[in-house]
Each structure stands twice: as C-alpha cells, then as structure tokens.
T-cell receptor, first 113, second 112 residues
Framework: AQSVTQLGSHVSVSEGALVLLRCNYS??????LFWYVQYPNQGLQLLLK??????LVKGINGFEAEFKKSETSFHLTKPSAHMSDAAEYFC???????????FGTGTKLQVIP | EAQVTQNPRYLITVTGKKLTVTCSQN?????MSWYRQDPGLGLRQIYYSMNVEVTDKGDVPEGYKVSRKEKRNFPLILESPSPNQTSLYFC???????????FGPGTRLTVT
C-alpha cells in the first residue's frame, strides 16, 4: 500500500521569502515521487520528480525537492517566492512496479506582496 | 503538440442520464488514468489502463466504467450519474511507471 500526506492545506509566504511545502509518503517498495502544480482553472503540470539516483532534484521555475528515505519525506522548496508561484501544489507517489498513483490532498500557496 | 484532450469541458446533466467523457492522447503512451478532484480530497484515481484492453480499478471506481479499445482513447462512462459524482474530472497519460503524467484540461461535471 502507498499513501501521501501533505501538511498544511494552505500556506502563505511573503514575496521573496522561502517556500517550503511538506510531503511525507509511505511505500512498501522504493517509490517514485512527483510534485505537480495546478494553476486556477487548469490541469496539473509536472514540477519535478524523483525516481532513482540523486536525491536532490531540481525542477522548473526554481523549485527543488530532496528525497529523504530515512524521514520518508519529499519536501518542496524554493528560495524566493514570486507572485506567479501562487497555485495549488500536489505531491504524488507511485510505488515501483505498482500501477496506482496516489496524490496528496494538495497545498494552496498564497504569495503576499 | 503533445497533449491530452478531454470533451466536454463542462457538462450539466440530470440524475440517471448516461454520459460519456472522452479522453484522447497523441503521445503513444501506454498508461492512462482517470481522476476526480474534490475540495480537500485532492485527486483520487478512478480507473487506470496499462494498455489496450487492460484496465483496472483505482481508489474510487464505484459508479464508473472505462474502456480502452484503442491506445490513444480512454473514455469514462457514467451509466447512471448521481449528484455525488459532481466533480472535476481529469484524464492523464504517461509513458511508463517512472514517468510523469500529462493531464488533460479537466471536465467539470454537475449532476442535478
């Protein structure tokens, strides 16, 4: 079985401040981990993913995430928030060899000018 | 342009009236899925397909049917829609398990 927990359904940061969105997962086998972003009235698009190899992965728009197996975490960070980062962010897990994809409940990021 | 298309984008219907939401991808992807998105619940997988004629249930399959007769198409069928199926639906496709999903623009369904 697999599951994803995103802490904080709403996060507010000031423009220029650090963005930290938390994601913890559970998986009985090595996971594939993804972060997606959803802008208002749009579908989801990939920010970044971890499958194997380097545990620090970089994505689009200056985001990055670190896979920490010991903490079962895959937190998303960005050093300096921009107004255009305001969106909903979803963490997803797909256990290796397992067809189902499980999404977290999402975190809405608000960026305050 | 690589894309996943869904139709219709918006649909209002009445309880019990059968409907089909179409999904098509032009990337020759093996895997396709349907999700529903509800506030506070994130995305939940309804059905997925690993290839033509190979489908399986996701986490919330009750009240839905799918078929995969061609690689590019994966329609979602609601034989007798009910108000609790009012939701935002997304179709997605991907090349393989370690690959990201490409999402369609969504279909907002209201069942009265």
């Amino acid at each position: 079985a697999q599951s994803v927990t995103q802490l904080g359904s709403h996060v507010s940061v000031s423009e220029g401040a650090l963005v930290l969105l938390r994601c913890n997962y559970s998986s009985s086998v090595p996971p594939y981990l993804f972060w997606y972003v959803q802008y208002p009235n749009q579908g989801l698009q990939l920010l970044l993913k971890y499958t194997t190899g380097a545990t620090l992965v970089k994505g689009i728009n200056g985001f990055e995430a670190e896979f920490k197996k010991s903490e079962t975490s895959f937190h998303l960070t960005k050093p300096s928030a921009h107004m255009s980062d305001a969106a909903e962010y979803f963490c997803a897990v797909n256990s290796g060899g397992y067809q189902k994809v499980t999404f977290g409940t999402g975190t809405k990021l608000q960026v305050i000018p | 342009e690589a894309q996943v298309t869904q139709n219709p984008r918006y649909l209002i219907t009445v309880t019990g009236k059968k409907l089909t939401v179409t999904c098509s991808q032009n990337m020759n992807h093996e895997y396709m899925s349907w999700y529903r998105q509800d506030p506070g619940l994130g995305l939940r997988q309804i059905y997925y397909s690993m290839n033509v004629e190979v489908t399986d249930k996701g986490d919330v399959p009750e009240g839905y049917k799918v078929s995969r007769k061609e690689k590019r198409n994966f329609p979602l069928i609601l034989e007798s829609p009910s108000p609790n199926q009012t939701s935002l639906y997304f179709c997605a496709s991907r090349r393989g398990l370690a690959y990201e999903q490409y999402f369609g623009p969504g279909t907002r369904l209201t069942v009265t």
